[in-house]
Structure formats: C-alpha cells, structure tokens
C-alpha cells in the first residue's frame, strides 16, 4: 500500500510530532454538536480516559479562548468562540451514576451502528435503540465516497481558516 502513497505524506507522518489520530477530528465533532444544542454555559463529565487526558491541555485552551469568532465547517456543523462549554472533568464511572448511564447508552448505540452497518451482529434490537434518539443527536463519521455529495456539503466551509487559526492560538 505505501508503494502507492506520496512520498510527502509518508514523510509527513514520520516527523516527529505529527500524529494521525483522529480524535481531535471526533473532539471537535463533538464540542460543535454540543455547543449547538445548548444555550447556555455546560459542564462535561466523562469517565476517566487516557484518550480524553490526552487532550486535556488543548480542551483548556478551547474553553479559555476569548476571541469571539465563528467558523463554518460543514453544511450543519460550525465552531464559535468563546465556547459555551465550562469545563471538562474525568471522573471515575463507579462514583457517578449520570456517566454509568451515559457508558450504557453509548455502549448500546455502537452496538445498534455495528449492527446495522453489518460490521458484527448485536443482541440488541438495533432500529429501537437509534429511536431512543433524534437525528441531530447523533454523529456519524461514516467515509462516503459519493464525492458530488461531499462536494455540496462542504461547498462554502472555512477548513483552512479553522486549521490556520487552530495553528496560531491553541498550538502549544
């Protein structure tokens, strides 16, 4: 397969420093989705992760940022700062029973996606389990390749604002 691949990205990748984690893509995925369902300040508790400490720092400077400015990402996905969100906290599972739930939940609908995507077969009752939710709740990261499509869904989007801002005030 690298046989195939620019020799610039291969290098790219081999630079120290440079990861191809998607996480950040899933963190700010999630921090938009958040920040357009409420209406106000929000707190976040997640159970503890390594993944999530990972992050933390970067989280921080997210939620301290001042500057007030929006940009569009997607044909229903944008980032405006200052962030409504307060703050993020990783608290341990056994003692809160709010993030043993939001585990189950979330437990359950990976399930019902893997089962309807044919990935693997569940034992839960997939079409029920995606009921208990309205579609604005979920997020998705399924690759299309319907290019025309993802085309017009990102027609007019600020990515190379956003990655040059990013890289100006939250780069370390």
Known sequence: ???????????????????????????????????????GPYWVEHDQSKNLLTYHDLLQRFINHEDAITFRQSEIASITFPLKLQSVTQVDSKTSPAVQLADVMIGATIEAANTLTGQRGGSLDAQRVLALYADHQLIHMLPSIDFEEQKRFRQGTQATQVIDYFAQNFHK
Do not use: H, K
């Open 1 to 39: 397969m690298a046989q195939f691949a620019a020799p610039e990205c291969l290098q790219a990748i081999a630079t120290p420093g440079v990861t191809t984690d998607a996480a950040l893509v899933v963190l700010q995925s999630l921090i938009s989705r958040m920040e357009a369902m409420t209406d």
